[in-house]
């Protein structure tokens, strides 16, 4: 990376600005070095995109003296003490308001008709994705407002059509989202939202992906506020949990087709096996209310070296849950393709069952029955989402139940050692499903993750 500015970035004292950021990074939402004490944020490239406004890519360095992280800061530069309304103001410097790009709408506008234009850059890559309908844009863009519902990047809408997603943290290579959602796209795929470019620039190491824009889905609820609205109602969920079941099956036979799947091999089965046991042994450390469940873990680890031939891997989504699909009148559509923020690109890119998806999604059936569902309000989602995935994927998911159950205690193990730093009062939540997938919850009825 080069410590270069272009010729024509707004004028600004690096120094001070640099200071600036090392007191405002640790406070914004999607920063994931909160743990660690940190020394400076530096900035190490500038990319100017209008005469007022930049994308700054800055690298987070802490004082324990481990790696330094990488984060995407776009800025506008105002010439005036006073922001504009809604600006949040990182530094004022003379009589100069320097804000957060994302609150800046000239910048926003300016970002999405470079990428419509597939515009020229030094140093950045505005992509335009052939043949979209509703793109590009048929004028200037008028209207942009916050989407305000993620923790690890920042997305605006535009004029209730476009979602402009920049990603903060930032990884050498293809960030899934642009790279799954490109694939499903190709394939037709009715599941995912509209993808009509990217930005992109290319660091000493390689490129790195730092925008997509999609389509905004307007009036759609996701899964998590239709599943809670639900429980708290008292209503069955089974339909729309069918529904889910099905997109989520019909987006990995997509995957699939589009990027390739194998066998599970021996190795893959050892690996998986090694991870999961390192994961409980971690969270032991940490998590005492694991220890009467410790050995029938292990056990369910182990089985996985014994798995009968017909498992295969492939892409998957990786990180779902009810909240990562939306719903507009009886479509699913399964969103937030990115993978976790703070592994590298090659991590994100693993190959892995599409159980692990499936196991996510009955995990997450059963937090939001903890909200006050009936008896057998989850199993019942649970089984239905199964069902539905299995009709149209032409595969049970129980068909392969040592893995799933696998799959399933691993997600609940790592939620235990999740609620116990954050939400100690919501362990009870993962501790009650490991009791009933190993057997111990005498009121757990036989049959698997979906019982």
Not at 105 to 118: D, K, P
Not at 138 to 154: F, I, M
Not at 319 to 341: A, K, N, Y
Request: aromatic share 6%; with cysteine.
């Amino acid at each position: 990376m080069s410590d270069a500015v272009l010729a024509d970035a707004p004028p600004i004292d690096t120094a001070r600005l640099e200071r600036a950021l090392t007191a405002w990074l640790p406070g914004q939402r999607w920063y994931a070095g909160k743990d660690r004490p940190l020394r400076t944020a530096r900035v190490v490239e500038v990319g100017a995109v209008t005469p007022h406004g930049m994308i700054l890519l800055v690298e987070a360095e802490y004082a324990d003296g481990g790696p330094g992280q990488l984060y995407q800061v776009p800025i506008a530069v105002h010439p005036a003490r006073r922001p504009p309304d809604g600006g949040h103001v990182i530094a004022v410097q003379d009589d100069e308001s320097v804000i957060e790009g994302m609150s800046d709408g000239t910048l926003v506008r300016e970002l999405l008709h470079l990428v419509a234009g597939e515009r020229e850059h030094p140093r950045l890559a505005f992509r335009s994705e052939p043949r979209c309908a509703a793109w590009p844009p048929p004028g200037r863009v008028a209207g942009c407002r916050p989407l305000g519902v993620e923790q690890s990047n920042t997305s605006v809408v535009a004029d209730e059509r476009y979602v402009l997603k920049v990603f903060r943290q930032l990884h050498t290579g293809t960030n899934p989202e642009l790279e799954l959602t490109r694939a499903l796209r190709a394939a037709g795929n009715p599941h995912t939202a509209p993808l009509y470019g990217a930005v992109e620039t290319e660091l000493s190491d390689g490129p790195v992906t730092l925008a997509v824009v999609q389509g905004f889905l307007p009036g759609a609820a996701d899964g998590w506020t239709r599943a809670l609205a639900a429980v708290r109602e008292g209503r069955d969920f089974a339909e729309q949990a069918y529904a889910m079941g099905g997109a989520v099956a019909a987006v990995h036979r997509d995957l699939a087709a589009r990027l390739g799947s194998r066998p599970m091999d021996e190795e893959h089965r050892t690996e998986l096996g090694e991870a999961f046991r390192t994961r409980l042994e971690q969270a032991l450390a940490h998590v005492p209310e694991l220890a009467p469940y410790a050995e029938d873990l292990r056990a369910a680890y182990a089985d996985l070296a014994d798995l009968p031939p017909g498992p295969t891997v492939q892409r998957v989504h990786g990180d779902l849950h009810l909240g990562q699909l939306l719903c507009t009148g009886t479509r699913w559509t399964v969103i937030d393709f990115e993978g976790e923020p703070s592994c590298a690109m090659s991590l994100r890119a693993e190959r892995h069952s599409p159980l692990r998806d499936v196991a996510g999604m009955l995990r997450s059936f059963d937090y939001a029955a903890a909200h006050g569902a009936a008896p057998g309000w989850a199993r019942a989602s649970r089984g239905a989402f199964c069902r539905g995935y299995a009709d149209t994927s032409g595969t049970d998911p129980h068909a392969q139940e040592a893995l799933l159950r696998a799959y399933t205690l691993d997600k609940a193990v790592y939620e235990t050692a999740y609620e116990r730093r954050n939400r100690p009062d919501w362990m009870h939540i993962p501790l009650a499903a490991i009791a009933r997938l190993t057997g111990r919850d005498p009121a757990a009825r036989p049959g698997g993750p979906a019982s």
